[in-house]
Structures are given as C-alpha cells and as structure tokens.
C-alpha cells in the first residue's frame, strides 16, 4: 500500500491522460490518412490539450474526485527529428502541463507510452527513423503485410465507419507480424540475438535502449523539483518478439510453448516472418476471436506478401540471416537454428529475466539519477500478466506493479450485457478474482509491493454507438449511460473490494461521438470525457460520459490503515472501515452527483470528529484515539 509522510493509507484513484497523446497535433489522429512522411517534422505540443485550456480539463477531473494522473508521452514526441534530436518546445509544454496538474492537487506519474511498437507498424511510440537505424523500410510495411495499419487499410471516403478491411480493436494483432516481432527481439536481446549487429558503433540492443532512455532522461530533468511528480512507468504494455519460440512454432492455442490465448492475426512462426521480410509469399492460418465463447479460433488461411515486397533497405542484411539463424532456399527458406530464440551458447534466454528485468534496473538508475526517491510502475506483456505471468526479480527498491486489467470481452466486443441480482454479483466476484491475478504478480518480489491497476475500463460506442445515438435524438438522464455506468459501477466495486489503487483508461480532450474518430486513435473509444456531451462549461460534470459510473465516494487519505470499504451506488450508503492513528485525520471523498443533499454520518468505535465541506465534496474525521474504527455515510433523509 502507498503511506503518507504522516503514516495515512493513500489510495491514488486516477486516470490516464489522455487517449490521443499517442498521435500528433493537431491532425495527427487515425481518423485522417497519412503516408507518416512527416514523421521527422511533426509536433505532440497540444496533447492532451492546448496550455489555454489546460485549467478547465484539469478541474475537471480533479472535480471528480481523481487525485492521479499517468500522464501519457511517447519516445516520438520527444525524439521524432532524429537521434539525439530532442524537442525542446514539446519538453517544455509537457513539463507545463505537470505543473499545473500539481496546483489541482493530482500526482503525476510519468507514462512512456507505446503499443505494438509506433505509429508506422499500427500504433504509436517510437519515432520512425528508428526503422531506417536497423534497416526497415517502413514505406513497405502495408504492401508486404508485415503490419497491419488503419491509415493503409481503412477507405477514408466511404461513409461506413466500421469496415472489414480494419476490424474494430484489431491493432493488437500487429504484435503477430514480423515488422513488430523484429523490434522487440531486437530491443530485448539484440546482444545475444544478433551481436555482431551494431548501430552507430554499438550493439543494436543497447543502441534502442540508449535512446529511448536518454528520452525519458529529458523529461525528468524538467520535472525533478515538482513533489507531486511520484515517478515514471518503464514502458507500457512492452511486447515479446520472437523470443522464447521455436522457428517453426505456430501459435494457435494455448500451449507449453506459450500458455497465454493467441491474438487475432495471421499464426506466422517466426520463420515465416523473416521469410515476409526478405520478399517471399506466405500463407498462414487466420485467428479472430469467437463473439459467442470469446476465444480466438482459426477461421481459415490468409496469404500474405503476394507482392513479393521485400521490406530491408536497399544495402541492408536481414540480421538473424546474418547471425545463422536460417538461410532463403528457392522461394522459402530453412531454420539453421530451431532453437534460435530460445537460447545461445551461454545458455537460455528469457525475456522477462533476461530482457524486461535488466531494463527496469536500466530505467530506474537513469531517472533517479535526477530525483532518488522516485518510484518506478512497472509493466510486462499484458496477456500474460492477465495470466498470472511474475514479474521478474528482484525489481529495483521502490517498484510498483502497475499492470493492466480489463473485461475482454466487452472490450474487444463492444457490447455489455447489463447484468441483474444474483447475475450482477457474480460478474463483480469476477472481477475481484481477475484483479487478484494482476495483484498477484507481485507476490513473488521480497517484501511485496503496492499495486496500481495502470489501465482499466470500457469503449463508450458500446453496440455501434447506441448512446450517442440516443444522445443526438435529445435523450439526457441516467438512461443514456446505463450500461456504462453499470460496467463503471462493476469494476469500481471490485477495486474497492481489493482496496486498489488504479488509474482508469482515459480522458481523451479531443474525443468525438464518431466511430471513426473516438479517443483518435485506431477506432478506440474509451474516455470518460467528449466534446459532444460538453453542453454547459459551467458544470462541473458537462462533458462526462457515464460519471455516475466512475466518480463515487473513496478515502483519498485514512488516518491509519483501512480495512475495508463498500460502497452502493442504488442506495447512497458507503461503509469505511479503518484501524486508526490517534490524532489522524482521514479524508474521504463524498462526490455531489451520488450527494446532491449532502452526506448523513455515523462513526463507530473508536472517538471521532467530522466535518462535511459540500463545495470541496471532502467528507474530514478526525480521530482522537487509536483503534478500529467504522466510518458510514448516507444520503440523508428528507422527510
């Protein structure tokens, strides 16, 4: 659990900020075509916002009773011009927007944000000379099917806003295709993998690691003296690559090879992904997932690089030809090496002991070089995190397990189905067993660790839009949200049983009720905020989507160490149990959406004071003496 300097229990509930950070600004989005041919000229500054409109975005959310931030960058917007080539303007603008978060009372942590790698291979993160440096033509990636990306793929001038070229939450399965699985093999093991493969001089590896540490180095030179900048995730969501599979292992189901359920995408092996990056056609089966059970299944074959494209530069070796790995033969080629990810002559290779554990050592001594006492939120693959997968040991001092959690199948589905009575319990009693497993990553690290959920929450274009339908008919009211409440309610219900700490997946400024555009990013759809519901600037709770779902009564600070809290989001009633600090205050957050009358209290055990303050929606006790106590509060009765 996170502790105060006074010794309170602190639960940080926040929210990441923002969705559209991973695209530039301001026409950077998915929802407009681009060849990326600009990619050595473009600007972050204006994510998540322009500095003009900063104020009202953060007062907002602080209004809502968040008290956190994971505040989203990439290694492009910092690096887009070239190595070693920081932008200054944009280090400035984001050191601003940390500091104005502080005046709002919110702590900052900083998220180097990434998924399936950048922008050019299907999603966003690194810059794309970044290919050019390890001899990938990035131009090619579409044409050879080697990545599968909205701008290549999606008719910008059809009026259908879903299309079956680009399936809807089909990104992830880039982290099937060779142009992804290249840059993490290389990132984790290029020393081992390929190391005669040097870049400027120096090993791959160390070459990717250099410089998207020396990125995150910028950042908290500028951010170093604000105290409520808590610390900085090491890299979200990170993907495996090839390691740790056989060259013709095809993965098509959950295995000894990898007991995790497979992606969508094509089930390449590893060989037939090199194969695609030399020129040379492959066919492969195809995996979606199955809307009645949820599985991916394989749904046929697909054959790719038709075009015969090859994807190295002109000049430019594939560099696990080069190390021995296999050799073209005619119009396929064969693995000289099947075990050629798995290990080499020193012996195994592991990429959470061997890769992701060096690299949070790595990160956490550049950052704290500048600020000892930040702490370091760490992530692995998400999919196995999900799957009870340790983090590796020993972490650095200070870590926390900052993995994801979310309900697949609403998320990849886009529908949920409002649960009722007994049915509504048992998806709660889910959730609290699946947050188990996230939180159990730790428990293998000596002397534990807190967790914070880093992601977690729902698409809002639940059933093909269906609120914002009802929206723009003029419907308003509870109605409109339901579902998303209800789901909201659910999880929130199941972090609250687990006393957990989370930052909920996101408030993007720029979101549009649009199913092509969403948070701007590859048709995804899950902030808590619009700018189609913000009708009235003037009200606190204008903008938001389903916020009776998501800000609700918590304790912000316990003056001791909480035990237990419930909350009922259909009666008004909250309980709070804590054992207590004598002469501790504790501060629990009572929101006027579920309080409009303010809040009628009771205090059980130990001797307390409290105070309501209706303006700030802070619920203060003060404890004069030690021991358990329970804390109730209820919407008071009008009669």
């Known amino acids: 659990m996170f502790r105060d300097e006074a010794g309170r229990h602190v639960i940080l509930r926040g929210v990441n900020l923002g969705g559209d950070c991973k695209v530039p600004w301001p026409d950077g989005g998915t929802d407009r075509p681009t060849d990326f041919s600009d990619h050595r000229t473009i600007s972050f500054i204006g994510r998540p916002f322009p500095l003009a409109e900063a104020d009202a975005h953060l007062a907002r959310i602080a209004h809502w009773g968040f008290n956190c931030l ?19 303007d944009y280090l400035d603008y984001y050191a601003e927007i940390c500091a104005r978060a502080g005046r709002f009372g919110l702590h900052v942590f900083v998220d180097f944000h990434q998924d399936v790698w950048s922008r050019m291979s299907g ?4 810059p794309g000379w970044v290919f050019e440096a390890v001899g990938l033509d990035f131009r090619q990636f579409h044409r050879a099917d080697v990545a599968h990306i909205m701008q290549a793929q999606y008719d910008y001038t059809s009026p259908e806003r879903r299309q079956e070229s680009y399936p809807q939450m089909s990104w992830g399965g880039n982290h099937r295709l060779p142009a992804n699985a290249v840059m993490w093999s290389l990132f984790w093991a290029g020393n081992r993998l390929t190391p005669d493969f040097r870049v400027e001089g120096v090993n791959v590896q160390d070459y990717l690691q250099q410089s998207y540490i020396g990125c995150l180095e910028q950042v908290a030179l500028r951010v170093r003296d604000m105290p409520h900048v808590i610390g900085f995730d090491t890299l979200n969501e990170p993907g495996l690559g090839w390691l740790g599979y056989p060259m013709n292992y095809r993965h098509v189901a959950p295995d000894a090879v990898n007991p995790v359920a497979p992606r969508v995408g094509p089930a390449l ?78 012996g195994s290779i592991d990429v959470y002991r061997d890769g992701m554990g060096p690299f949070f050592h790595r990160v956490a001594d550049a950052v704290r070089a500048h600020r000892k006492d930040w702490l370091l939120f760490v992530e692995i693959d998400p999919f196995a995190g999900m799957s009870g997968r340790p983090l590796p040991t020993p972490l650095p001092e200070a870590s926390v397990n900052a993995g994801h959690w979310y309900d697949v199948r609403t998320l990849f589905f886009k529908t949920f189905d409002t649960p009722v009575g007994e049915a509504q319990a048992a998806v709660r009693d889910r959730y609290v067993r699946e947050l188990g497993v996230v939180e159990g990553l730790a428990d293998a690290q000596p002397g534990g660790m807190p967790t914070l959920i880093g992601e977690f929450g729902i698409p809002f274009d639940l059933d093909e839009g269906a609120a914002y339908d009802a929206w723009a008919a003029g419907e308003r009211g ?17 972090m609250d049983r687990r006393l957990l700490n989370s930052t909920l997946w996101n408030y993007t400024a720029s979101n549009r009720n649009d199913l092509l555009i969403g948070d701007g990013w590859n048709q995804e759809d899950l902030s808590i ?33 909480i035990r237990s809290f419930v909350f009922d989001r259909d009666t008004g009633r909250f309980e709070l149990d804590i054992d207590t600090l004598k002469g501790a205050h504790t501060i629990v957050y009572v929101p006027t959406i579920h309080y409009p009358d303010g809040v009628e209290v009771s205090i059980g055990g130990a001797a307390a ?9 802070r619920l203060t006790i003060v404890h004069g003496e030690a021991g358990p106590t329970t804390i109730r509060g209820a919407r008071p009765s009008l009669d």
């Not at 994971?70 to 200054?88: F, K, M, N, S, V």
């Not at 396929?332 to 020193?346: H, K, P, S, V």
């Not at 509870?478 to 199941?494: I, N």
């Open 529 to 561: 905020f619009s700018l189609d519901q913000l009708e009235d600037p003037a009200d606190p709770n204008s903008g938001g989507r389903a916020v009776e779902g998501f800000c609700r009564p918590y304790a912000q600070h316990a003056g001791g160490t």
């Open 70 to 88: 994971r505040l989203l960058t990439t290694w492009e917007a910092i690096e887009h011009a070239g190595p070693g080539q920081y932008d200054a």
């Open 478 to 494: 509870r109605d409109v949200w339901g579902p998303h409440s209800t789901a909201l309610g659910l999880m929130y219900d199941a």
């Open 609 to 617: 004071e409290w105070e309501f303050d209706r303006e700030a929606q």
């Open 269 to 346: 092996t590893p060989l037939e992904g090199l194969l695609l990056l030399r020129g040379m056609t492959v066919e492969a089966p195809r995996l979606l997932r199955n809307i009645e059970t949820g599985r991916t299944e394989i749904t046929g074959n697909v054959t790719l690089n038709r075009n015969r494209q090859p994807v190295w530069l002109p000049g430019r070796d594939c560099p696990f030809e080069a190390a021995g790995a296999y050799r073209v033969e005619g119009d396929g080629g064969i693995a000289l090496r099947e075990d050629y990810f798995q290990a080499d002559a020193t």
């Open 123 to 126: 999603g966003d993160g690194a």
